[in-house]
């Protein structure tokens, strides 16, 4: 195994469905297939997160007193990190949601628009199987990296200054420095510290009605996640493990990715490092 010297920068989003064959041509060479937004898809994750702010028992009676805040849709660094090799990475992302409870603690909040009922003439039955669970275990490292990221946001100016000159290359003085304090007053709005919550919630369309137009409402459910920040962090070691390897993991046939299965070329792989 070579020694790593690349800091690698890891989103969040792209620890669930994780396929180590897709991860390792990104980071090391950046290949991937580039998805498409649907415009639809936003203006509902939008409605979703401006219904929950606010009181956070909003999002489910049982939480403790709090305020739901958005993290600005904005997307943010965390200070350099370390594994547990003592490697280094950043997160970079932006979440969906930030409780802060009234006792200084923090909760990190994902909402997902999937199923969690069964097909049935009970709206009170759950989907408490392991479909659910499923789905719960896949969004689990999303939750404890944007805790790491919210938790260790990056503060130093230079490091700001570059990413935003290189996010709007034509921006010229004082528009820039604008941008970069203008990021540093959304960081101290939206640093965290201790988390005592980690939860999804899942929304789903629950009835229709055709009378006057389309109208379809929706239904939630609020499912807490384990906080193991020491197991995340065994992950994230792992993660890194294979990403400084020689070559990527063998394509898996489960992957949902088209562009190893058609154009990945071992031979051209090597040729290129």
Do not use: W
Not at 14 to 22: D, E, M, R, T, V
Not at 130 to 140: A, P, T
Not at 239 to 266: Q, R
Request: charged share 35%; net charge positive; aromatic share 14%.
């Amino acid at each position: 195994m070579k020694k790593n010297i690349k800091e690698y920068v890891i989103n969040p989003s792209a620890l669930s469905y994780l396929c180590n064959h897709c991860a390792y041509l990104r980071q090391n060479y950046e290949l991937y297939n580039d998805s498409i937004s649907a415009g639809i898809t936003q203006t509902l994750d939008g409605i979703e997160k401006d219904y929950f702010l606010g009181d956070s028992k909003k999002i489910d009676e049982e939480l403790r007193d709090g305020e739901t805040i958005d993290p600005y849709n904005v997307t943010f660094y965390s200070k350099t990190l370390f594994d547990n090799k003592k490697r280094p990475f950043r997160i970079k992302g932006k979440g969906d949601a930030i409780v802060k409870f009234k006792d200084g603690t923090c909760g990190i909040v994902d909402y997902k628009t999937s199923k969690f009922k069964k097909n049935s003439s009970k709206k009170s039955d759950s989907f408490k199987n392991s479909d659910l669970q499923k789905k719960i275990d896949e969004y689990d490292p999303q939750l404890h990296a944007y805790y790491l990221l919210y938790s260790n946001l990056e503060t130093d100016f230079d490091f700001l200054k570059s990413k935003y000159q290189k996010k709007y290359p034509k921006s010229k003085e004082p528009k820039i420095t604008e941008g970069v304090n203008r990021t540093l007053n959304r960081i101290k709005e939206i640093s965290v510290d201790q988390a005592k919550l980690f939860g999804l919630v899942f929304v789903y369309p629950e009835e229709s009605d055709f009378k006057d137009g389309i109208n379809v409402k929706f239904s939630h459910q609020f499912e807490k996640v384990d906080m193991d920040i020491k197991n995340f962090m065994k992950k994230i070691t792992e993660y890194i493990d294979m990403l400084i390897k020689d070559l990527p993991p063998k394509p898996p046939e489960e992957c949902k990715c088209f562009m190893h299965k058609f154009f990945y070329n071992e031979e051209k792989l090597k040729e290129l490092k």
